[in-house]
């Protein structure tokens, strides 16, 4: 029986570049999408998800009220939510190889 070569199996630990692209692409579009949200929103929302700071911390750090920065926090999601679904960029392919685990 003949062996099969060493470069002929699929290591399955080997990095994807196809979905490693994928990631890069999306995430370049969230970062632009954020940086056109209004500059109180976007430092909002900074401050919330990258710095994870609390309602109280962001009232204090911004000069706004507590309630101030639940609405800024929703209008921001909003209007990300919104800003994702009209993109054309938001249709990058999701489909996974033939030879990937579908957990990926």
């Known amino acids: 029986m003949d062996a099969i070569p060493d470069e002929m199996i ?3 630990t080997a990095p994807n570049p196809e979905k490693k692209f994928r990631e890069a692409e999306r995430e370049l579009l969230i970062q632009t999408l954020i940086a056109e949200l209004k500059p109180l929103d976007r430092t909002a929302f900074i401050l919330r998800y990258w710095h994870d700071c609390s309602e109280v911390e962001m009232a204090e750090t911004l000069n706004l009220s507590v309630s101030a920065v639940k609405s800024r926090l929703y209008r921001s999601r909003l209007a990300l939510a919104e800003s994702w679904l009209a993109s054309a960029d938001n249709t ?3 489909k996974r190889r033939p030879d990937e685990s ?3």
Do not use: H, N, Q
């Open 10 to 12: 699929v290591d399955r």
């Open 92 to 94: 990058l392919p999701s």
């Open 102 to 104: 579908p957990a990926f």
